[in-house]
């Protein structure tokens, strides 16, 4: 089974045990690291795609649908684990510069709800590159400010950089739902049944990895890029939670809730009414 994940402490962690062949009768996989704005695009060549299983943003699910089923555990959903506006001093941004990691992203989808109710004048210019490169961008003057993900909630005070606004806490404050991130999807063309057995793969990878997170561990740090083992910790405790185990109830709604508000925002198509199951 061909699965692209990212090499970030919570894919590595959820997917530790199956990718070493740990899940009783689940298939082998072939597994590549890509981050996820090389997911996201993979995901859009539908059925050229060369994977088979998918981690990819929540944002791009409304383009990539009819030849990718949502699978309901594996992803990245949380509370207080949004991505943050970083500036290096406090200001509005209307008008101004701001890096985001990519415009198919559930940040920025995040990020442009944020905004058109926090910055009503309209910001000025987006620009894209790669998430290692916001921070250093902001704090350098070379834009106004930078849409962060990830272990950048931990790490930002170390470029000297200030917080603006948390996307994540305007979500919850205006929805009262959990954040939606990252999406496991994987190929309709396998069949409702290999599908419902991914997942069942996916969830015992899971409790297998809370059973055992020492198990883990080699496998996280050997690819989280240097990652100080303190912060992939936080890491896999902010992003790997119930939600990972099972999207639930309140996982739909949020995955909904955003996908409906951010195309009566004209951002997404918007999805059709059994889009999100198989």
Same mark, same amino acid.
């Given at each position: 089974?061909?699965?692209?994940?990212?090499?970030? /402490?919570?894919?590595?962690? *959820?997917?530790?045990?199956?990718?070493?062949?740990?899940?009783?009768?689940?298939?082998?996989?072939?597994?590549?690291?890509?981050?996820? =704005? *090389?997911?996201?695009?993979?995901?859009?060549?539908?059925?050229?795609?060369?994977?088979?299983?998918?981690? *990819?943003?929540?944002?791009?699910? /409304?383009? *990539?649908?009819?030849?990718?089923?949502?699978?309901?555990?594996?992803?990245?959903?949380?509370?207080?684990?949004?991505?943050?506006?970083? &500036?290096?001093?406090?200001?509005?941004?209307?008008?101004? &510069?701001?890096?985001?990691?990519?415009?198919?992203? &559930?940040?920025?989808?995040?990020?442009?709800?944020?905004?058109?109710?926090?910055?009503?004048?309209?910001?000025?210019?987006?620009?894209?590159?790669?998430?290692?490169?916001? $921070?250093?961008?902001?704090?350098?003057?070379?834009? %106004?400010?930078?849409?962060?993900?990830?272990?950048?909630?931990?790490?930002?005070?170390?470029?000297?950089?200030?917080?603006?606004?948390? $996307?994540?806490?305007?979500?919850? =404050?205006?929805?009262?739902?959990?954040?939606?991130?990252?999406?496991?999807?994987?190929?309709?063309?396998?069949?409702?049944?290999?599908?419902?057995?991914?997942?069942?793969?996916?969830?015992?990878?899971?409790?297998?990895?809370?059973?055992?997170?020492?198990?883990?561990? =080699?496998?996280?740090? @050997?690819?989280?890029?240097?990652? %100080?083992? @303190?912060?992939?910790?936080?890491?896999?405790?902010?992003?790997?939670?119930?939600?990972?185990?099972?999207?639930?109830?309140?996982?739909?709604?949020?995955?909904?809730?955003?996908?409906?508000?951010?195309? @009566?925002?004209?951002?997404?198509?918007?999805?059709?009414?059994?889009?999100? &199951?198989?």
């Amino acid at each position: 089974m061909k699965i692209a994940y990212s090499p970030c /402490p919570n894919d590595t962690f *959820v997917f530790h045990a199956w990718a070493h062949d740990l899940v009783p009768g689940a298939p082998a996989l072939d597994v590549t690291f890509a981050d996820i =704005d *090389v997911t996201n695009t993979l995901a859009e060549q539908g059925a050229e795609c060369a994977y088979d299983v998918l981690k *990819v943003s929540y944002a791009v699910l /409304p383009w *990539v649908l009819d030849e990718f089923a949502l699978l309901p555990c594996g992803g990245a959903l949380g509370r207080g684990c949004g991505p943050l506006v970083l &500036t290096r001093e406090p200001m509005s941004l209307a008008g101004k &510069t701001v890096a985001v990691p990519s415009e198919r992203s &559930t940040a920025y989808l995040l990020f442009r709800l944020w905004a058109a109710a926090e910055v009503p004048e309209g910001i000025g210019k987006v620009v894209v590159m790669p998430f290692h490169e916001i $921070m250093p961008a902001v704090r350098d003057g070379r834009v %106004d400010a930078g849409l962060v993900i990830h272990e950048a909630r931990f790490t930002y005070q170390q470029y000297g950089l200030h917080k603006l606004a948390d $996307m994540g806490e305007h979500w919850e =404050d205006t929805t009262g739902l959990p954040i939606p991130l990252g999406a496991i999807i994987a190929k309709r063309s396998l069949g409702a049944e290999k599908l419902n057995a991914l997942a069942d793969a996916i969830q015992t990878s899971v409790r297998m990895a809370w059973d055992d997170p020492a198990a883990s561990r =080699d496998y996280v740090l @050997a690819h989280s890029q240097e990652m %100080d083992p @303190a912060v992939a910790d936080q890491h896999i405790g902010l992003y790997v939670n119930e939600f990972t185990a099972d999207l639930g109830e309140d996982g739909y709604a949020a995955v909904r809730g955003l996908l409906t508000r951010a195309a @009566a925002e004209g951002l997404v198509p918007p999805l059709g009414p059994d889009a999100l &199951t198989f």
